[in-house]
């Protein structure tokens, strides 16, 4: 069936805006301001709405990032919305953060947002939690607003404790009891969930360092892993991170906030770490990805921004890494030249030309460029050589090659692209460049609208179906 010019417009902007919502949190980046990202941002979820409202409720079951997630909810849900939206949403708030929900919950409250659907909506997530008297504590003012906005029904302890938790003299709900005790009793606070115990510690006058000691068993992987970034900032001792089951691109990102003279001497635990993160992640896909070159940008601006610190190099380390377990045969090239992955920093410019012309060179079966695409040593060179490598010399396509971006362009709406002889897609976790890496496909121009519409019906399948199991 032959593509119209409306279905090849549709398919280009439901893959651009696929490509934002992987890579923009609407934070500075690089090159564009917090200021510039949201604008950009928000133009294209407007956009999506009212044009693609169908294929824009859709990509909650993709791979976009949180923050994407809990706006495209938001749009949903404060207009109209059917059952099959419903369930969607339902299934992408399962899987947010809880104090990202609990954050869209208020914002759907403060906006007047009260229909049927959105109060079902947010009884049966709340009805869902694991522990609701632990969330009760830990997001206690987002739990009150949320009952009263949803008029919800809950036990009378619970209801007292959100509305009255000075009222009674002693609660029979054990974390309850333990957050009243701890208003006067120090060693209370030390079953509270970290965030609490904070507040309490620092209304006791109790020593920072003493704290985080004993507070330490209660913390959770990620504020572990906080405390260990800060702890040299801070002067008050590091503590230990479990590197064991963190994932691929935290990982990385942990890493390369070591000083160079750490990394060296932990070198063998750290590689060992992010290779076996690296072959969790492959899974069954380790070792079949037959002769992969990488051209992986560590240039200055890999440093990201102050929200985002070194967020694109985290990218790229991670993928390096991740390459590694998927390939049969592996040629890492760093646009620095360096050849320690370990001990990389952002530095100096983007000669990405040069690395992709020694990256063909080597006749590899895929090439992957993860780069912001702001290729300037020179300017233009890479997409030069990618069009007539596309163009003149090898026209069928015999190596698959992808550029995977991790920087949102404000300015373009979009990833930046290298050429429009190679596909371009987005990427935020380097665990989830294998799905990636078939997506851009739809990019390359050689599938259309249909066939990306099965995609995304297939995607929204498999998405509900986890949840029904």
């Not at 609990?102 to 694991?130: E, H, K, Q």
């Not at 985080?212 to 959770?220: F, H, K, N, S, V």
Request: with cysteine; aromatic share 8%.
């Amino acid at each position: 069936m032959t593509e119209t010019l409306a279905d090849l417009i549709a398919c280009e902007d439901v893959l651009m805006f696929v490509n934002a919502a992987i890579t923009s949190t609407g934070q500075r980046e690089f090159h564009h301001d917090q200021g510039q990202q949201r604008l950009s941002l928000s133009f294209l979820h407007a956009y999506m709405l009212e044009n693609y409202r169908e294929l824009y409720a859709a990509t909650l079951a993709l791979d976009i990032n949180d923050h994407n997630a809990a706006l495209i909810a938001r749009n949903l849900l404060v207009s109209k919305i059917d059952g099959a939206e419903g369930r969607l949403i339902a299934r992408r708030l399962e899987a947010l953060p809880p104090q990202r929900v609990y954050r869209l919950f208020r914002d759907l409250r403060a906006a007047g947002v009260n229909n049927r659907r959105t109060r079902a909506i947010m009884r049966d997530w709340l009805a869902a939690r694991p522990d609701l008297a632990f969330d009760a504590v830990k997001y206690r003012g987002a739990v009150k607003d949320v009952v009263r906005h949803a008029h919800l029904t809950l036990d009378d302890e619970t209801r007292a404790f959100l509305f009255y938790p000075h009222g009674p003299k002693a609660f029979q709900t054990p974390i309850f009891e333990t957050w009243r005790r701890a208003h006067y009793e120090h060693r209370a606070l030390y079953d509270l969930p970290y965030t609490v115990a904070e507040g309490f510690a620092d209304k006791h006058g109790i020593p920072r360092k003493v704290f985080l000691e004993r507070i330490e068993p209660r913390m959770t992987r990620l504020e572990r892993l906080r405390m260990q970034e800060n702890a040299r900032e801070r002067k008050v001792g590091a503590i230990a991170a479990d590197l064991s089951s963190m994932p691929l691109t935290r990982l990385a990102t942990y890493v390369l906030s070591l000083p160079l003279d750490d990394r060296a001497r932990r070198r063998e635990e750290l590689t060992a770490a992010l290779r076996a993160a690296a072959r969790r992640t492959a899974g069954r896909l380790a070792g079949t990805w037959g002769r992969v070159a990488a051209v992986l940008d560590d240039s200055f601006s890999a440093t990201g921004s102050p929200q985002k610190r070194r967020r694109p190099l985290a990218v790229a380390l991670a993928g390096h890494f991740l390459l590694e377990a998927l390939a049969a045969d592996y040629t890492p090239l760093w646009t620095s030249g360096r050849s320690d992955a370990l001990l990389l920093y952002p530095y100096g410019p983007t000669p990405l030309g040069e690395r992709v012309l020694d990256a063909l060179d080597g006749s590899p079966d895929r090439l992957i460029i993860v780069s912001d695409g702001w290729d300037n040593a020179p300017p233009g060179l890479a997409g030069e050589v990618l069009r007539v490598w596309r163009t003149r010399l090898d026209p069928r396509g015999r190596v698959a090659i992808t550029h995977l971006n991790p920087v949102y362009d404000a300015a373009d709406f979009d990833v930046r692209r290298l050429s429009p002889a190679v596909p371009t897609a987005g990427i935020r976790d380097a665990e989830d460049l294998p799905s990636l890496v078939e997506l851009a496909r739809f990019a390359e121009g050689r599938a259309g609208l249909a066939e990306l519409r099965a995609h995304l019906d297939d995607q929204v399948a498999r998405f509900l179906e986890a949840d029904a199991r």
